[in-house]
């Protein structure tokens, strides 16, 4: 059983049973004492707790922020600038949920811990003041009382009177007393029950709201992190590609290093030690230089250098050279040294060392010296393999026989085109399909080859060609616009770059195009998807003349071009194109990336449980928030560089480069935008539309195209005129109206006019 109810009748008994029930009340409103000082104390301690844990997120999300990504070549892909971009918006995220967590923090000490000090004070420490009045009061009534009973009865009747008088006063005061004690002590336990638990409340309803702004920020976030993930597998697989290709010339060049040394027609440039004399009778030294020698002018200029010095730079020397002559060892007991005739120092001659007869014999040719000049070797595919490939009648009708067997037998393969076949088969087929009587093979019906067979030699063909199917000459023409630009840009410039190929190149091109094309759409069977397509042909097709690590840095812009050749074929290998109006030299302007678009819900003010204001929140226009609209978006190669990666793309087997199998779930082959798609309240978009009444509207032309990621934005495209342009309440944003809709507009998408 509870406490029992204390009745004011039994104040004027104060019988031993009433005294007693006092006391229960007493004890329980002092355990509620304590309860309220150790949670206050448990809610000072959480609040300081957190706060460091805020510090510490904070720290850390500050590091985040900070730091840079590095990247080895002169152009990022835009899977590789959202990969950079990530850390930053790691670091907004943090802070945004630290944020949060701050004001629900601030929101607990003014909800929880305030009221329920002002309770303990205010209510039970007044509560504290009356029982000690009523003791009081009690002790010095009961202590009247006594005395006016120990009073003699052969006192003055008068004198008996007024001490009866006195202890009536006394005691009237004394029951007064203890009504209102016993009625503070009731009205304090009833109080409490509501006092105590709507702190708690506030406090648990403060608490919710921020894990669901954490839920409403994860659920924005969600779909930033689905497209990092295609933006990271795709870095991934062309990372695979490129050290794959590395490797391979990194094993060449170990193999025979001197034909891979760099050489100019402008310089040449390597180690010489060069001797410096002394006078008698210290005799010479040699010392160790980095030279380089400027052929045009006939400038050597040498910078000291010692690696068993921590490598410091000393100063840099230049002299002009006159002529050169080899030093024989009859001479000079020293091997591979060559006399310079210096014109700076008439009558002087500066004696230096190679490194290797090899090095001798280089540094001979580029001072223009009198032994034979050695040949810089170039490696070819034809050459390495003694395959003997021509772009001519026989090499296309094969290309047309080996496509034709591959879509009636194949098409659907798991790794087509990735899976390798046997080396002395394709070998022994390409072999075959080149010679005059390649009409006898049938691939078509033939059982004896497979159709990995088929497809290795296909690409054994293409890469064994002389040059490259896209030619040397357009290398760096079809790279250019690869690394930047709209995607309406790069398909352009591609389109133009294919018709300024050779004829037979352009129908093998195209022919191969139609056929990946299709192949990319049985990518559910096949799993090869335009991506991993991009990345097994891109080294194919095209190639710089050159092999270095530089240039296949470059491996992930030829993937990106040839996954636009696919998607694009019809188009480009069709129609001639329109215009063509940026020369190879010209600067390519990358369209602006959305970086202005961040999660809605970052500057949201956390809801808060406020019992005092229930009646004021709800009034109003009945309005709520409009439902999450968090799409996908799309996902296309040409406009992000960052192909789609289905489910199937992740985890193949090692060959040609492709991983197999993704673990990425199935993703649309369109457009895929890096930033956080924004939820916006209808109550935002009433809120603009009051704003656009006050401000002038003007028009705009889109210069970049669009695709909008929520309903309340327009999509567009280049040269779309805008009307009834207004600045947006949003940071970034215009609001304007296309073809009767009105929408959202990316600020730096248009120009004014």
């Not at 009731?186 to 921020?210: G, S």
């Not at 002559?325 to 591979?336: E, M, P, S």
């Not at 003997?388 to 393969?413: P, T, W």
């Not at 798609?677 to 002038?696: D, F, G, L």
Request: hydrophobic content about 35%; aromatic content about 8%.
């Amino acid at each position: 059983m509870g406490l029992h109810p204390l009745e004011f009748s039994e104040c004027y008994l104060d019988s031993p049973s009433f005294r007693d029930k006092i006391k229960s009340h007493e004890a329980e409103l002092d355990k509620t004492n304590r309860f309220i000082k150790e949670l206050y104390k448990d809610g000072k301690n959480l609040i300081n707790a957190t706060k460091q844990l805020g510090m510490a997120q904070r720290k850390f999300a500050q590091c985040l922020g900070e730091f840079q990504f590095e990247y080895i070549g002169d152009a990022k892909t835009d899977d590789e600038k959202c990969i950079d971009e990530s850390l930053q918006e790691f670091s907004a995220f943090l802070k945004n949920l630290e944020d949060q967590r701050e004001l629900m923090m601030r929101n607990i000490t003014e909800t929880l811990m305030k009221p329920l000090e002002k309770f303990r004070k205010e209510q039970l420490g007044a509560l504290r003041t009356e029982r000690k009045r009523y003791e009081k009061e009690t002790e010095k009534y009961y202590s009247s009382l006594e005395k006016l009973l120990n009073m003699s009865s052969k006192k003055k009747e008068p004198q008996l009177q007024e001490a009866d008088t006195q202890v009536e006063v006394m005691r009237k005061h004394f029951q007064e007393e203890s009504l209102d004690y016993v009625c503070k002590l009731q009205e304090i336990q009833e109080r409490k029950k509501f006092e105590c638990v709507e702190p708690m409340l506030a406090f648990f309803q403060t608490v919710f709201t921020f894990y669901h702004q954490g839920f409403e920020l994860a659920k924005d976030f969600d779909h930033y992190k689905r497209a990092l993930q295609i933006n990271i597998q795709n870095t991934r697989n062309r990372f695979e590609g490129t050290r794959s290709e590395v490797n391979e010339l990194m094993k060449r060049i170990r193999e025979a290093p001197q034909e891979y040394r760099q050489t100019s027609p402008i310089s040449f440039e390597g180690y010489l030690y060069v001797q410096e004399k002394r006078p008698p009778p210290f005799g010479s030294s040699w010392v160790k230089r980095y030279c380089t020698f400027v052929k045009e002018q006939k400038i050597l200029h040498m910078v000291t250098f010692d690696h068993r010095s921590g490598g410091k730079i000393g100063e840099t020397e230049s002299i002009t050279l006159k002529s050169c002559v080899r030093k024989t060892t009859d001479v000079l007991d020293r091997r591979f040294c060559l006399d310079l005739d210096i014109t700076d120092r008439p009558g002087t001659v500066l004696t230096v060392q190679a490194l290797s007869e090899d090095d001798h014999k280089f540094w001979m040719q580029a001072m223009g010296g009198k032994e034979p000049i050695g040949h810089y070797l170039t490696r070819t595919y034809s050459k390495e393999r003694g395959i003997d490939a021509q772009l001519d009648d026989v090499g296309f009708s094969f290309v047309k026989n080996s496509i034709s067997a591959i879509e009636k037998r194949g098409i659907n393969d798991q790794g087509l085109y990735r899976i390798v076949g046997v080396s002395s088969k394709v070998q022994k087929l390409l072999s075959l399909m080149i010679d005059e009587k390649s009409d006898e093979v049938d691939l078509s019906a033939s059982e004896d080859w497979d159709v990995k067979t088929i497809t290795s030699a296909l690409k054994l063909y293409l890469r064994s060609l002389p040059e490259p199917l896209m030619t040397y000459e357009l290398y760096k023409e079809f790279i250019s616009p690869a690394k930047g630009g709209s995607p309406e840009s790069r398909i352009q410039a591609v389109h133009c770059l294919v018709h300024k190929l050779p004829e037979r190149n352009r129908q093998v091109l195209g022919l191969l195009m139609k056929h990946l094309a299709n192949v990319a759409a049985h990518s559910k069977q096949n799993l090869m998807t335009v991506a991993n397509l991009g990345v097994v042909f891109g080294p194919t097709l095209m190639r710089p003349q050159e092999e270095t690590v530089a240039a296949i840095m470059d491996l992930k812009f030829q993937n990106i071009v040839v996954e636009i050749l696919i998607e694009h074929h019809e188009k480009i290998f069709t129609d001639a194109p329109e215009s063509c109006p940026l020369s190879p030299d010209a600067p390519v302007l990358s369209a602006p990336t959305r970086h202005s678009k961040k999660m809605s819900r970052q500057n949201r003010p956390l809801a808060v449980y406020n019992p005092q204001a229930l009646d004021i929140q709800n009034v109003g226009d009945g309005s709520s928030p409009a439902p999450d609209e968090t799409s996908m978006g799309s996902n296309e190669s040409v406009s992000s560089q960052s192909s789609s990666a289905s489910a199937s793309e992740v985890n193949m087997e090692k060959s040609d480069h492709v991983p197999l199998n993704a673990s990425l779930s199935s993703v649309s082959n369109r457009y895929v935008r890096m930033h956080v798609c924004e939820v916006r309240s209808s109550a935002n978009r009433a809120q603009m539309k009051m704003i656009s009444n006050y401000v002038t509207s003007r028009k705009a032309r889109a210069v970049y195209p669009c695709e909008a990621e929520h309903d309340s934005e327009l999509s567009f495209h280049v040269g779309d005129i805008f009307n009834g342009v207004t600045q947006s309440r949003e940071p970034g944003w215009l609001e304007g109206e296309l073809e009767g809709k009105r929408g959202l507009i990316p600020e730096n998408y248009v120009e004014m006019l």
